[in-house]
């Protein structure tokens, strides 16, 4: 979802610290961190913590949760980066989708009781374009949020909640009051039309 | 957009992993083909990189101080990986004897393209006792071998922590991993022993912090290769300051 963009030649120690991270300074540190530089691990830390931190705490809502959630990405990040291709995919997506599916292990770990409430009023909060968000993921997320809209709002909601709480079927059924056998219709036909319209 | 095609069942299943509405059961199943079916864990990928910037949205939390410090702790506790990767290059040039021939091709090219450059002799180094304790490279990060350097005597102790008599037929060798040189072979050790070994001048020059020791196992005689350690690598520690 992050495009190559053109400048990079910062240094890296100076472009951390500051919120310019290009996909290329992340790549970079990602190989670093595959032949086993803790530094580099270190940099991307700097670099990559908060907003990971922001997606454990968007799904747990609780901090302490969030804090251990973290601790464990990094370590994964530390053990597995020799595994992430940097021709294949953004380092950016790659680190939220580990943040975000560890996240929701935990909150399934909490057991049935975390998915008591109901999902009326759930509500996704945009954040505001940052001045360090690189166009082309704001690109990226715009025609993510352009198609999400274009779908009906139930269908929309389920959807939003299952990325958001990695609730099952079942449990989104359940506190949608409608059979399982429709939800799962909404969410496939809803997954369909969003894969068409990502596309056009 | 109203008229999108049905997503086929398997991909529609990778949509739904992706997405995460699939049960217990269910996950696991999609976990296992995702291992088993390329295409279906490409499928998976490609619905991950499709709602990911979902999370793009979120805004970012400083995370509190001290989780850094937290995973740093977390970490193995050797920092090997690299001179790990570098001993294996040096295991695999051995054996492509093409790529090494290739490689110092290459540096005869450059050398000679360079300008000469003037050599000047390093001061002899102040005497520094240097240790390092060479850990297991893999299992449990227990300390195999220790070693300590003492320029005074112009040598190298090393004690091998392993069982006396273990393994007969093969012998541990013990190599030094300096800045971009090629492993270079101090000797061989007999386990649960401890040996003195009397190391030349340009040897005592690489003894600096930072500089790597490693225990390879090898066939009787030590390793065949003119490059470094033929066999795997079980031991690894850096000098460092007592």
């Known amino acids: ?200 | 957009m109203s008229e999108a095609p049905d997503l086929s069942e398997a991909e529609a299943f990778a949509a739904e992993h992706a997405l995460g509405v699939l049960d217990a059961r269910e996950r696991a199943e999609a976990e296992t083909r995702m291992a088993k079916e390329p295409a279906f864990a490409a499928d998976v990928e490609a619905w991950r990189h499709r709602l990911a910037p979902m999370l793009d949205a979120i805004e970012p939390v400083p995370a509190p101080q001290g989780v850094w410090t937290r995973i740093e702790a977390m970490l193995p506790a050797n920092d090997n990986s690299a001179v790990m990767n570098k001993l294996r290059f040096w295991r695999n040039s051995a054996v492509g004897g093409f790529a090494l021939a290739a490689a110092s091709l290459a540096g005869v090219v450059v050398q000679v393209t360079q300008p000469p450059v003037v050599v000047q002799t390093p001061a002899p180094a102040p005497g520094q006792l240097l240790n390092a304790s060479l850990t297991a490279t893999s299992g449990q990060p227990q300390p195999l071998f220790v070693a300590a350097y003492d320029p005074d005597r112009k040598a190298l102790i090393i004690t091998s922590l392993l069982p006396a008599g273990a393994d007969r037929d093969k012998v541990n060798q013990l190599w030094l991993i300096a800045g971009q040189d090629k492993p270079k072979s101090l000797g061989l050790i007999e386990p649960g022993k401890a040996k003195i070994i009397a190391l030349p001048l340009e040897v005592m020059a690489k003894m600096s912090v930072g500089a790597k020791l490693a225990v390879s196992i090898e066939p009787e005689g030590g390793s065949k290769s003119p490059d470094g350690p033929s066999g795997p690598v079980i031991g690894l520690g850096e000098l460092s300051r007592l």
Request: proline letters at 2%; glycine letters at 6%; a neutral charge.
């Open chain 1, 1 to 200: 979802m992050i495009q190559r963009s053109p400048s990079c030649d910062t240094t890296i120690g100076t472009a951390l610290a500051t919120a310019a991270t290009t996909p290329e300074i992340l790549s970079s540190l990602m190989t670093r961190i595959a032949s086993g530089e803790r530094e580099a691990l270190r940099q991307l830390y700097q670099a990559t913590s908060s907003k990971l931190f922001g997606v454990c705490l968007r799904i747990l809502s609780d901090r302490e949760e969030s804090e251990d959630v973290l601790q464990d990405v990094f370590v994964t990040i530390w053990r597995r980066a020799d595994r992430f291709d940097v021709t294949r995919a953004s380092v950016m997506t790659w680190l939220s989708t580990i943040a975000r599916n560890r996240s929701i292990d935990r909150l399934r770990a909490r057991g049935p009781l975390a998915y008591a409430g109901t999902i009326d009023g759930l509500e996704i909060p945009d954040g505001a374009d940052s001045a360090e968000t690189l166009l082309s993921a704001a690109d990226d997320r715009n025609k993510l949020q352009g198609c999400l809209s274009e779908l009906d709002d139930r269908t929309q909601t389920v959807i939003r909640t299952a990325f958001f709480e990695g609730v099952t079927y079942e449990t989104l059924a359940r506190n949608m009051d409608a059979p399982l056998g429709t939800v799962k219709s909404w969410i496939r036909r809803g997954l369909a039309k969003l894969k068409g319209c990502l596309q056009s």
